[in-house]
């Protein structure tokens, strides 16, 4: 279990997280989401201690988080946003690298490398180097390493920013097995559709701040299943209802051009921030 | 076998590199033993000696200086500013402390490496130079020095600009100044105890110890091992509180 007690980060009068608390059961796939500069990253470099805190606490299995207790760090695997692989060794090399500062016994280390290699279908390219890696495969890579030394809890910041279309579905897949081998995951993103395939429940977060927290089908049935968007003048407004038949009767006294959709969670986050998250 | 892992990716990395580590290693001490040994100081005598044998030890101290700081400065700098690998290392449950040593052995490593070739390079073009244990033991205490010198360096600086001010106020006036290209007894007074500070003094004088008084050379090698086991304090402290 991960447990954020008034998380606090600032850098001088700034102040990037702001007294955050949050409980992440065993087995949850947990969704931070929340538009650029919202606090996701930091929130994260603090759990995985490259950013002290400000003050609050980190706690993992009762235990409070920090940067010489190599015996919590142990439990967390961490996929930073930006590559931090090594890129003049291969890939097995990265691994072999991680295995063994992680203290894995050399067995183990070479039979868990073949696998997570398999797992993230890597393998057929673990002596390339990484230099010569597309965005996506050394995403992928960096997972596989995160997942090297079976971590209790996975830390992934942002793994689908900056892929194409196909490669995110690809990374999807990958994040889907994760999901189904039960492993505690803290995923965050941007992504609205990432969130609400993928999370058991989601934590808006903005300036700093949680905004909501709940399943995101929860989330979206606070604000209203239906979405109905109105085009005049160049202007979008946003209504929601609760059924579609609302919806409709509503629609039909509005001029210019009208679309009924389900809501999504960007939706809930424009409603309670006025902001988006994914930028237009 | 944190310490292991550190040191074999440091090894893999320098066999990738091995061709343009090595004749990156070779340029600078060629042109200074071309210039200040067979050019400028073919005529001359130095402390009793010829030039060339007098200026090979100071070559040594200086390019073991400035390939062991480097080095360590620089994979540092780029880890942590550019490629975020040492972020890697952060988030591992390892202390910073052991971190810290692997990369200073990394670093003295390559120090190292170039006074092999410097020695190398004179033995083929018979610049005579004596070898002793004790020679050994300075150049290597040098690399160890410096290497951690550079651990420094690279945490404390936030850009590769901020990299100059290290070599310009620091590395480039020992370069200079410390008995490596002539003697310092004909310094001022003032001068010469400043100097005499330094540690890259004490390394250049170390290597051409032989007839020296044994409290001289154990002079050298107790100011190099001070120099060095503080350094190493300051860096394993600013690694566990580094940012």
Known sequence: MLKLVDLTKKYGDLTAVNKLNLTIESGEFFGLLGPNGAGKTTTVRMISTITPKTSGDIIIDEVSMDR?????????????????????????????????????????????????????????RKDDLVSKFSGGMKRKLMIARALMHEPEILLLDEPSVGLDASWRRK???????LKASGLTVL???????????????????????????????NLIKKVGEFT????????????????????????????????????NLEDVFLKLTNRRVEPK | MILYGILWQEFIIFKRKFWSTTIGAMVSP???????????????????????QFV????????????????????????????????????????????????????????????MLIVLIVMIFGGGLHITPYFILIAILNCFLFSAGGFIAGLKINSHADMAKFSNFIITPMSFLCGTFFSIEKMPVGIKYFINILPLTHTSQGLRAIGESLEMMALHFAVLAVYFVVLLIMGIRLCKNIE
């Not at chain 1, 209504?239 to 389900?262: K, W």
């Open chain 1, 228 to 263: 109905v968007e109105n085009f005049v003048n160049g202007i979008t407004t946003e209504e929601f209802f609760n059924s579609r038949e609302e919806a409709v009767a509503y629609a039909s006294g509005l001029e210019g051009s009208v679309n009924i959709r389900p809501s």
């Open chain 1, 68 to 124: 010489n207790l190599t015996a919590i760090k142990i439990k967390i695997g961490v996929v930073p946003q930006q590559n931090n692989l090594e890129s003049e060794m291969t890939a097995w090399e990265n691994l072999e690298v991680h295995g063994l500062i992680y203290k894995m016994p050399k067995e183990k280390r070479r039979e868990k490398i073949e696998e997570i290699l398999h797992y993230t279908d890597l393998y057929d």
């Open chain 2, 56 to 115: 090979i030890p100071g070559i040594i101290a200086l390019n073991t200086m400035i390939t062991s700081f480097n080095n360590t400065a620089n994979s540092i700098n780029i880890s942590r500013l550019y490629y975020k690998t040492f972020e890697e290392y952060m988030v591992a449950p390892i202390n910073m402390r052991t971190y810290a040593i692997g990369k200073i052995v990394s670093g003295a490593f390559y120090g190292i490496y170039s006074a």
């Open chain 2, 30 to 52: 060629i042109l200074y033993l071309i210039a200040f040994g067979w050019g400028l100081g073919s005529n001359l005598k130095m402390e009793g000696t010829s030039y060339m």
């Open chain 1, 171 to 177: 990374m999807w897949d990958l994040l889907k097995k």
């Open chain 1, 187 to 217: 995923l965050t993103t941007h992504y609205i559709e990432e969130a609400e395939v993928l999370c058991d429940r989601v934590g808006l977060i903005n300036g700093g701040e949680l905004v909501e927290l709940d399943s995101p089908r």
